[in-house]
């Protein structure tokens, strides 16, 4: 049997393709026309004696075969992005755009100036910060990270801890005085509690978890504009204490069941589970994480 001549040509098409589910995002991707990626995987099928994605109008499947070869060629490719970044990186600035999908008072107030001071070391870097809570699809919406918090869904990226936070539950003093301070969570059920994102509140009691259902007539996702419902009396907010650290200091807001506040809730860097990562992503998370590290100690 005649030994086939090693070839890399078609590689990088094919894995793009591969990660991207399309020849026309693989093609946006890699900056090329749409023919040429088709192309070069085809001949790379021809050489290998094999289907690698079954194709029609709607969708592109890796076959079975495609499956073990993606799974061998993903290294490949990526040792070898991340081996050229890593020369380059070392003599030019970082070019390009890096995108971060974040939300809450957390990154607003702490992540987006840490990033700041990431782009000001980076001249020719740009940064898109977008503040939203949605799941992002990080290939699909182009992002390289994002922030999130609390606990997270098992859905196959990557998570790195980073920076423990404590909740705090709070109230005006005319709210309080009106309608009297809750003596646990459980009398939370006489109060108007301002709802975030859910209406379940967890809080603890000797190491025990307190899932407390909480209703009220003000809901929003925005810490800022919750910190202002809480000091105009609308009811009791229950959020991260950085949210509310200024106005309770100002006497504005009065802490209440603090024996009973969550500990260590998890702000984490999330990204799409691959080992490799653009240089600009992982330098910025490099960042955030020793911005970040006395948080944690």
């Known amino acids: 049997m005649k030994k086939r001549s090693l070839s890399f040509e078609g590689i990088v098409e094919f894995v793009t393709v591969a990660d991207t589910k399309g020849f026309s995002e693989a093609a946006r991707r890699l900056n090329c026309s749409v023919s040429h990626v088709s192309r070069q995987v085809s001949r790379l099928e021809e050489r290998l004696g094999t289907a690698l994605f079954a194709r029609s109008t709607r969708s592109v499947k ?3 075969n ?3 070869y993606y799974l061998q060629c993903q290294e490949l490719v990526s040792g070898l992005s991340q081996a050229n970044e890593m ?3 070392a003599q030019f ?4 755009t890096l995108r971060i999908s974040m939300a809450g008072s957390f990154a607003e107030q702490f992540v987006a100036p840490a990033l700041v001071e990431f782009a000001k070391l980076h001249p020719e870097l740009a940064v898109e910060l977008d503040f939203s809570s949605r799941h992002v699809n990080f290939v699909e919406d ?3 990270f994002a922030i999130r918090y609390g606990r997270l869904q098992d859905s196959g990226l990557v998570a790195r801890k980073l920076a423990n936070r404590n909740l705090m539950a709070v109230a005006a003093p005319e709210y309080l005085s009106a309608k009297g301070e809750p003596e646990n969570p459980q009398a939370l059920a006489k109060h108007s509690c301002l709802i975030t994102n859910n209406d379940t509140w967890l809080f603890e009691r000797n190491g025990k978890e307190m899932p407390i259902k909480v209703s009220g007539r003000f809901r929003c996702n925005n810490a800022n504009a919750m910190v202002e419902a809480c000091k105009a009396g609308l009811g009791v907010g229950y959020m991260p204490k950085s949210s509310f650290q200024k106005a309770v200091e100002e006497g504005s807001l009065v802490p209440v069941l603090e024996p009973y506040w969550t500990k260590n809730i998890t ?3 999330v990204y799409q589970n691959r080992r490799f990562l653009p240089l600009k992503a992982r330098l910025a998370i490099d ?3 020793e911005h970040f590290k006395e948080w944690n100690e």
Request: net charge negative; hydrophobic share 35%.
């Open 93 to 96: 600035d970082l070019q390009g």
């Open 267 to 269: 702000s984490w860097v």
């Open 66 to 68: 495609g499956q073990q």
């Open 62 to 64: 890796l076959t079975e």
């Open 287 to 289: 960042h955030l994480l």
């Open 87 to 89: 020369v380059t990186g």
């Open 142 to 144: 182009g992002f390289d």
